[in-house]
């Protein structure tokens, strides 16, 4: 029997990491009011979009837009395609230039400006357009770029089909086979990457297997044509399952629906080889196949949906004295602790989705000025009324200051902090504001079941909660709220959706002492569920983007552009 030779493609493989292509933006770039370089005509403008590495900083030159002769109010037709993370910070640096001649080597050429913005602000900005000044020539005023992002189309179609086989062979001694389908997308140097694995049928050779819905870029890569390869297997306790035989498709096939062209035959090609009368080992067919348009993360952040950020820290006595270099509280003045760089990391990327930036950070399990009662909700920067702080360098700039003004304490009680976000989220529940609660830790929690209840009631709502734990603890009940394995419950209650991502900080923490590099794979990994949480509810509750707001003509600006 041909044993599968790569289960782990198979048994390993996470639908959500494992087969989506990253989402594609396209960037259309306009200038205005530029610097005029040429004597007797106007500047022939050129833009250059260079892209940073993450780990060496190092700028590198992404594409360029064509030269539009003579204009100082350039529409570039020619557009950037970038991938898009919303859990990555996307560092872009646009450089304009007038042409003088054909070279290629921009030295040779007149630097007209330059503007650094992140993908991120770009998308995050009303109706993902951005208007910024150039800068970079001393004493002069530049004009401004003006940069719009659009998702690219075919990346949100969702088709669902459902097969059934007939016939398949039978591979157990005892009983029939339990057959199971592996689906394969093609790549472009020939090879194939798994994207989907139907459930097993248990005992039968005419199994029907239930619908399943896959993002069609995930099945093509939005190629129609590109070849779906499908393998179906017969499911063994120990993980070595036998192989029954393959067909190909295509999307174009499949959207054909139910017919006769979808009918495949599954072909074991050793058998084939082998028997000259070997027809084949059964037939798939496709049931039906239905296609819709899912909105994305960007829809709703385009029709101008806020992520609204809170920071809740520990202050409690088990994060050692703030004034010992031992504590986890530590202000070294060389370099960040980790509460900051957690903090950091994170806030900074979500900051772009935000438009005010203004904060509200706070602090638990601490006495608190000026009567020193204890508190698990108290603001850092010591305003009740107003908790809120200027940007990522205002809350670090509260939470140093509230380490010289209160008391470690405890207990660990995260109930009060979540409950406090909720009666947020609970007060705007129209798709237009979406919260983000990042609690830091240094362990072990004192109020479980309050935080579960408080937990299962946030999953209503538009919410969703990071907590990054620091130090060397023991982290076990933090697993628990997270709920990628069982779903939280409470009281018999389960959470309607998974909340929670919960991340140890020492997992990242580079070998060799980059911190610019720990905070990098901090933030990909607890904000990469963000996006899919986001859209769980927005769907769950119905709700639509709003169309975005149409571009903005500032005054005075209604020029005629060459193009």
């Keep these: 029997m041909d044993k599968l030779d790569d289960m782990a493609s198979v048994s390993d493989f996470d639908p959500i990491t494992g087969s989506i292509p990253a989402t594609k933006v396209e960037i259309t770039v306009s200038c205005r009011h530029l610097l005029d370089k040429d004597t007797f005509s106007k500047s022939d403008p ?238 798939v067919t496709l049931l039906s196949f239905t296609v819709e348009s899912e909105y994305t993360f960007l829809d709703y952040i385009k029709g101008g949906t806020q992520i609204n950020f809170t920071v809740a820290i520990d202050f409690t006595a088990s994060n050692g004295n703030p004034s010992q270099s031992t504590s986890l509280h530590y202000m070294n003045p060389y370099q960040m602790n980790a509460y900051a760089m957690a903090l950091k990391a994170v806030g900074e990327i979500i900051q772009d989705y935000d438009s005010d930036k203004m904060f509200p950070a706070l602090g638990f399990g601490a006495k608190i000025p000026p009567d020193g009662r204890v508190s698990h909700e108290f603001p850092l920067n010591g305003n009740p009324e107003n908790p809120y702080c200027n940007g990522i360098e205002g809350i670090l700039e509260a939470y140093h200051q509230s380490l010289k003004t209160v008391q470690l304490y405890g207990p660990t009680n995260f109930a009060p902090v979540v409950n406090h976000v909720a009666r947020y989220a609970a007060a705007v529940q129209d798709g237009t504001q979406y919260f983000v609660l990042l609690i830091i830790t240094d362990g072990v929690i004192s109020d479980m079941a309050q935080t579960k209840e408080a937990i299962v009631n946030a999953a209503k709502l538009p919410m969703s909660i990071i907590i990054v734990g620091v130090g060397q603890a023991e982290f076990d009940a933090m697993v628990e709220l997270d709920g990628d394995d069982i779903r939280i419950s409470s009281r018999g209650k389960l959470a309607e959706r998974d909340i929670v991502q919960f991340v140890p900080f020492r997992d990242y923490i580079d070998r060799t002492g980059n911190h610019v590099l720990s905070m990098v794979r901090l933030a990909k990994d607890v904000l990469a569920e963000i996006p899919d949480q986001f859209i769980s509810y927005m769907k769950t509750r119905g709700i639509k983007p709003n169309p975005a707001p149409p571009p903005y003509t500032p005054p005075g600006h209604t020029l005629h552009t060459q193009i």
């Design 46 to 283: 050129l833009c250059v979009l260079y892209t940073q590495g993450i780990e060496t900083k190092q700028w590198r030159e992404f594409g360029r837009t064509e030269v539009i002769d003579n204009t100082l109010n350039p529409d570039f037709v020619r557009k950037f395609i970038l991938d898009y993370f919303f859990e990555e910070k996307q560092n872009l640096r646009f450089d304009l230039y007038d042409v003088d001649s054909k070279s290629p080597d921009l030295s040779k050429h007149d630097f007209l400006g330059q503007t650094f913005c992140t993908l991120g602000e770009i998308v995050g900005s009303p109706g993902s357009r951005l208007e910024k000044p150039l800068a970079g020539i001393p004493g002069k005023k530049c004009g401004l770029i003006i940069l719009s992002a659009e998702e690219l189309g075919n990346c949100r179609d969702v088709a669902t089909m459902q097969f059934c086989a007939n016939k398949l062979d039978k591979k157990d001694f005892f009983g029939k086979s339990d057959p199971f389908m592996v689906f394969y997308r093609s790549n472009e140097d020939g090879t194939f990457t798994i994207c989907h694995k139907t459930e097993v049928v248990k005992n039968t050779l005419n199994p029907v297997w239930q619908a399943f819905s896959i993002p069609v870029r995930a099945l093509c890569n939005g190629d129609y044509d590109r070849t779906i390869k499908v393998e179906v297997y017969d499911w063994d306790r120990d993980g070595s399952h036998d192989f029954i035989g393959e067909f190909t498709t295509s999307y174009r096939e499949l959207a054909r629906g139910q017919s006769q062209f979808n009918v495949y035959e599954v072909v074991n090609p050793k058998k084939k080889m082998k028997k000259k009368k070997y027809v084949n080992s059964g037939t």
